[in-house]
Every structure is written in structure tokens, then in C-alpha cells.
């Protein structure tokens, strides 16, 4: 098991750039594909990105490729999400996800996804 912790999240303005952070507690932690997803007020929860458990693969998707960029550090336990041109439709709460599923291209929908953290509120405004 794992337990994930987001940090990062805040109010910013479009066209500014935040980067969320994801911290792991146990040793597992590179034995999982991990997620983002995000999920907007009265909208259903929905995958932004993921990377494989060694952090050479990642996979994004088309509404924020280009923009955001995600990475690992297993020696720190540690998962991020860098976010640049951020615009109102980026705002969300967004979660840190583990998965066993090995490739980050098929990760891409929650039920892929075992573990999750409490979520990290990322509102841009106009």
C-alpha cells in the first residue's frame, strides 16, 4: 500500500505557471505507474497525465500536451506535475494516483488507478 499527499495547488492567473507535488510514504514506490487526474466542479474526475515506474514514458492528455510536463524521483518518493500556460479551463482539483498497470498510455482512466491522494485545489483565473 501506498499513501500519496498532494502540495502545490493555489489561485494563479492565466498564463502563469504552477507545479504540484506528490509525496509517497513507503518503499513501493517505484513499482508503480503513477497518474494525475483532475476533476472540475460538475464534472466527472479525468486523467491529465501519467509516467511509468522508472520515469522514462509518459503520457499525456491532448488538452494539456505541451503544457504540462510530469516526472518522478523514486529516491525521493516524490511525484510532480510542472504546469505552464495554465488557463481557466486548467481550474480543477487535482489527485495523484499509483497504478499497477505497467504502460502509462493504457493508465489513463480511474479504474486503473488503486491508490489515491486527498486532491490539490489549482484555480486560474481570467
Known amino acids: 500500500q501506498v499513501q500519496l499527499v498532494e502540495s502545490g495547488g493555489g489561485l494563479v492567473q492565466a498564463g502563469d505557471s504552477l507545479r504540484l507535488s506528490c509525496a509517497a510514504s513507503?518503499?513501493?514506490?517505484?513499482?508503480?505507474?503513477m497518474g494525475w487526474f483532475r476533476q472540475a466542479p460538475g464534472k466527472e474526475r479525468e486523467f491529465v497525465a501519467a509516467?511509468?515506474?522508472?520515469?522514462?514514458?509518459?503520457y499525456y492528455a491532448d488538452s494539456v500536451k505541451g503544457r504540462f510536463t510530469i516526472s518522478r524521483d523514486n529516491a525521493k518518493f516524490t511525484l510532480d506535475l510542472q504546469m505552464n500556460s495554465l488557463e481557466p479551463v486548467d481550474t480543477a482539483v487535482y489527485y495523484c494516483?499509483?497504478?499497477?498497470?505497467?504502460?502509462?498510455?493504457?493508465?489513463?482512466?480511474?479504474?486503473?488507478?488503486?491508490?489515491w491522494g486527498q486532491g490539490a485545489q489549482v484555480t486560474v483565473s481570467s
Open positions: 494516483a499509483a497504478s499497477r498497470v505497467i504502460s502509462p498510455s493504457v493508465a489513463t482512466t480511474s479504474r486503473e488507478y488503486l491508490y
Open positions: 513507503g518503499r513501493t514506490f517505484g513499482s508503480y505507474t
Open positions: 509516467v511509468n515506474r522508472i520515469g522514462s514514458i509518459t
